[in-house]
């Protein structure tokens, strides 16, 4: 079992309370985090090779929803390629065919021609409709693709970036250092295929597009799921890093990829290197930082990056409640938790995800009595006797340890109705931290944008009256029981009531599939 902290303690309410404050985020935090968000915005936009890396992605406008096409993606991640068929209908739907192929190691490992000749152009060649020309009625020469190449690129061009590593098991030779595009491209011309690799797209940047296809427009898109990230549309003016290109000589907007999820990196590296005040403004983050959070980053296969990420995304959620509920287990001098016992999957490292967290608050709020007085329950200081607590209550938590003895494999007489309302309050504690450090990065967008200010102290200078669209995507923001209510909450503290309600956040499903291809049409309206 991955070692984690245990409590010792004199009251048993002292380490509910500590769990409490250690976990917590008040105002005050959330307002110096976001300061500290638009000033790593503006270091990443100002030079290269910085943890928020800010990465132009060359997409210098977005769809409205009234484009047609028919386009081809493909989408290279970590077990599976995926090919996808988009037609766009002008109206703001499209169809979509897709199909799944799993990558072999030989293929991960070979060399790279095999991997592009021999695998990724001929699942390229999955039955499609040829389009057809609108005037004419004759089949259009080449289909145009967007291609999402989920490793590490240095872009330099929508539809050029070269490879820096290979990470997710891959290790094909001769294509670090080479242009991904163009090795695609090459591949495509020694089979003589009719189709050109016009754009290189990351995810969330195609979220954005996905969203703005469908909604008509759209000015961010965010990742909510496994990991995290973010994309926007910024002035190339307020990119000073392209200074001296010909992006920069063009103007204009651009969408930005801002990789969030490394905000903070430099929360411990860096801080005896930072002034006072930069360095009060960090502390906030590190006022929040618990030990367990420590442990979750020092066992994790990247510690010390992706700091923000660590606290809000699907991977690590689970494995904080896990290790919270662990360390009350060995609580001292008595468990406080499950009488002391424990289970194979409690003992695991990542034996718990964020399914059970959701789980457990689906059970909680299930039937969406907004009495408070259908959730109260007795201080986790005190007993819990059934005859002593509302029925309706008692029933909540029995739900709740059904759900425990589903997902833990405890058995459901050794989990008591205080156990269920303290797993359900640790999960909610996480979920809460979560949403709420999710709405300082949307924030930031806004305020970064010129569309909020901070605490709404003064009136935007842009989008005054404007519907301010967000695309998003992942599990947490689709599916976590009251995440995007969170989220909203964070954001009206944070630019003010009137800017709040004017976001709009719509799923925008497919980033990697249908944005790639919504890249592809860009692309092709940006050349001459």
Same mark, same amino acid.
Not at 81 to 106: A, I, P
């Given at each position: 079992m991955a070692s984690t902290s245990s409590f010792q303690y004199e009251s048993p309410q002292a380490v509910f309370d500590l769990l409490d404050s250690q976990f917590s985020l008040d105002d005050n935090v959330l307002v110096e985090l976001t300061k500290t968000f638009l000033e790593e915005f503006k270091t990443g936009l100002g030079s290269y090779n910085h943890p928020m890396a800010m990465i132009p992605s060359f997409v210098t406008g977005v769809p409205d929803g009234t484009e047609t096409g028919t386009f081809l993606a493909l989408d290279l991640g970590g077990?599976? &390629?995926?090919?996808?068929?988009?037609? &766009?209908?002008?109206?703001?739907?499209?169809? *979509?065919?897709?199909?799944?192929?799993?990558? %072999?190691?030989? *293929?991960? %490992?070979g060399e790279a021609t095999a991997l592009f000749d021999a695998f990724l152009t001929t699942q390229a060649t999955t039955d499609y409709t040829s389009p057809i020309d609108e005037v004419s009625g004759a089949p259009i020469k080449d289909v145009h693709l967007g291609l999402t190449f989920s490793f590490p690129v240095e872009q330099s061009a929508l539809g050029s970036g070269k490879i820096l590593t290979w990470t997710k098991g891959f290790s094909a030779k001769n294509a670090v250092g080479h242009d991904v595009v163009k090795l695609l491209q090459d591949a495509f011309d020694r089979k003589h295929m009719h189709v050109k690799c016009v754009a290189l797209v990351n995810d969330t940047v195609g979220a954005l597009l996905s969203r703005a296809y469908t909604a008509g427009g759209c000015i961010a898109g965010a990742i909510f799921g496994t990991g995290t990230n973010g994309a926007y549309i910024e002035q190339v003016a307020n990119i000073p890093k392209l200074a001296g290109t010909a992006a920069a000589a063009r103007g204009g907007e651009m969408v930005i990829n801002t990789e969030w999820g490394a905000f903070n990196n430099s929360v411990r590296m860096l801080s005896s290197m930072l002034n006072r005040v930069v360095l009060k403004r960090l502390s906030a983050l590190a006022s929040s930082l618990h030990a367990l959070d420590n442990a979750i980053d020092r066992l994790s296969i990247n510690p010390k990056f992706q700091a923000f990420e660590k606290f809000i995304s699907g991977l690590y959620l689970g494995e904080i409640v896990r290790n919270i509920l662990v360390s009350l287990i060995d609580a001292v001098p008595k468990p406080l938790l499950f009488g002391g016992k424990s289970t194979a999957g409690l003992n695991k490292h990542y034996g718990i995800d964020t399914s059970f967290m959701s789980a457990t608050e689906e059970a909680w709020i299930a039937d969406h009595d907004a009495n408070p007085a259908s959730y109260a329950v007795p201080a986790f200081s005190h007993e819990f006797k059934r005859e002593e607590i509302s029925p309706k209550v008692v029933r909540k938590l029995d739900n709740i340890r059904k759900v425990i003895a589903q997902f833990l494999g405890f058995n459901e007489d050794d989990v008591s109705l205080k156990d269920a309302a303290v797993v359900r309050w640790v999960c909610s504690l996480i979920a809460r931290r979560a949403a709420l450090l999710s709405g300082v990065a949307i924030a930031t967008v806004l305020i970064q944008t010129e569309r909020a200010t901070l605490k709404g102290e003064r009136t935007p200078t842009k989008g005054l009256n404007d519907t301010l669209g967000v695309g998003v995507d992942g599990s947490l923001v689709e599916h976590y029981p009251n995440f995007r209510h969170t989220l909203r909450e964070s954001l009206r503290l944070l630019v003010g009531e009137e800017v709040e309600k004017r976001v709009e956040i719509g799923l925008a499903k497919d980033g990697s599939g249908v944005g790639a291809a919504l890249c592809a049409l860009m692309a092709l309206k940006a050349s001459p």
């Open positions: 077990t599976n &390629l995926r090919v996808c068929e988009v037609v &766009l209908n002008g109206d703001k739907t499209f169809n *979509l065919v897709q199909q799944k192929y799993k990558v %072999s190691e030989t *293929l991960k %490992s």
